[in-house]
């Protein structure tokens, strides 16, 4: 099957930029915290941990090259997982403070989002009653009026200043169909070169919805555009991200889970931790008479460069 892969690798968001403090306990905050959540993903069953930064004392979002450097060795060292750092960042960051962390990591894998798109996660606000900092409530009623920038000239710049001048490969966001032909576009400059790690993303508003005849039509378009030469995975945002992941495992995908997609680990329940989403998803992945791929096989699907080859 185009696409599909013998294995399934599991992809882990730790942290994020979405979510904000004042809505779990559990999301990770501190270098300490993050370092930990990820190793545990790791142990639990993660080939992928996907990275963003938080200031230690606030939680907002940072692009900050020296926060990130405080937990990316600590997971290198006490994991195998592949380490795909963030070029997203967060909110109004600009393209030079977004590429601060990966240029200075060089690591196996960054995200790269295939296009620009309103990003609107305000009707979040409205479910907190209590914040624990000033700057929260603003940064997510703020959305109603954000885009998120990701230009052809943007993504150019990416491919060429981290995939053609350090090796790094990349996890291809696609928040909807239109971001799959941006990618053919690439894939037809000669700009990716396969095997290429598409990420297909359902549910954030402004994005493509969490249906699943959305789902169907997301993979039919990615194998007749890129046929045998990509590896597919899905993630989908908040209460379709175990259902989402299930039925693309079904498909021949790859699946993401973690606390920045979504909190929960079952309905109404708030998840304890990002290994604990991991473990589910790698249950449910094994009742299906799955394989999860070790972060090594992983390396071998994608053809990452190994982690002997990253700058921290």
Known sequence: MAGGTKK????????????????????????????????DAAEAGAAIIHLHARDPKTGAPTPDPDVFMDFLPRIKQSSGAVVNVTTGGGLNMSLEERLAAPMKAKPEMCSLNMGSMNFGIYPAADKISEWKHDWEEPYLR???????????????????????????????????????????????????????????IFGILGGIGAELDNLLFARRTADRLFGDDYVWS????????????????????????????????AKGQMAESNAQQVA?????????????????????????????????
């Not at 790698?282 to 070790?294: G, K, M, Y």
């Open 280 to 312: 589910k998803i790698r249950r449910i992945v094994e009742e299906l008479s799955l394989d999860v791929a070790t972060p090594d096989e992983a390396r071998g699907m994608l053809a990452l460069k190994g982690g002997d080859n990253v700058g921290f």
């Open 142 to 200: 703020g959305t109603d009026d954000f885009i998120f920038r990701n230009t052809f000239r943007d993504i150019e710049r990416i491919l060429r200043e981290l995939g053609e001048t350090h090796g790094t490969r990349f996890e291809f966001e696609c928040y909807d169909i239109g971001h799959l032909y941006s990618l053919a576009h690439f894939v037809d400059r000669g700009l990716v070169k396969p095997p290429f790690f598409v990420q297909s």
């Open 8 to 39: 399934v690798i599991i992809s882990c968001a730790v942290t994020g930029a979405i979510h904000t403090p004042s809505m779990s306990d559990a999301l990770p905050i501190t270098p300490d915290e993050i370092a930990r959540q990820s190793i």
């Open 234 to 265: 899905v993630l989908a945002a908040g209460r379709h991200q175990m259902s989402f992941c299930t039925n693309a495992a079904m498909l021949g995908g790859s699946v993401r889970v973690g606390l920045e997609d979504s909190l929960y680990i």
